[in-house]
């Protein structure tokens, strides 16, 4: 399975950008569960961003995007995005998608390498 971000770039504060995640290669062996963004600043740790149950009607965000930032899905062709608006300088990170996998053997997680977006002042 294949995790693929894209999307990010350079945008002035107060910006949006759309972030992309896009998972292939599940054939008929796995499914797509949950999916999730997570970000890393340079010389931080990795932080969640928001995450998006199997249907999509259920997502949950971090304090510090709530009102700024939508998760959504389009479940049927495996993506997932992130509508980011009102960017801040502190949420330049790179930014990560992962999709949670399930098949007969069990479950597993798929991680992108993921998209940098920089905010400048």
């Known amino acids: 399975v294949h995790v693929v971000e894209s999307g990010g770039g350079l945008v002035q504060a107060g910006g949006s950008l759309r972030l992309s995640c896009a998972a292939s290669?599940?054939?008929?062996?796995?499914?797509?569960?949950?999916m999730g963004w997570y970000r890393q600043a340079p010389g931080k740790q990795r932080e969640f961003v928001a995450r998006?149950?199997?249907?999509?009607?259920?997502?949950n965000n971090a304090d510090s995007v709530k009102g700024r930032f939508t998760i959504f899905r389009d479940h049927a062709k495996n993506t997932m995005f992130l509508q980011m608006n009102g960017l801040k300088p502190e949420d330049t990170a790179v930014y990560c998608c992962?999709?949670?996998?399930?098949?007969?053997?069990?479950?597993?997680?798929?991680w992108g390498q993921g998209t940098q977006v920089t905010v400048s002042s």
């Open positions: 998006i149950t199997t249907s999509g009607g259920s997502t």
């Open positions: 992962d999709a949670g996998l399930l098949s007969r053997l069990g479950m597993g997680t798929a």
């Open positions: 290669g599940t054939g008929t062996t796995f499914s797509i569960n949950a």
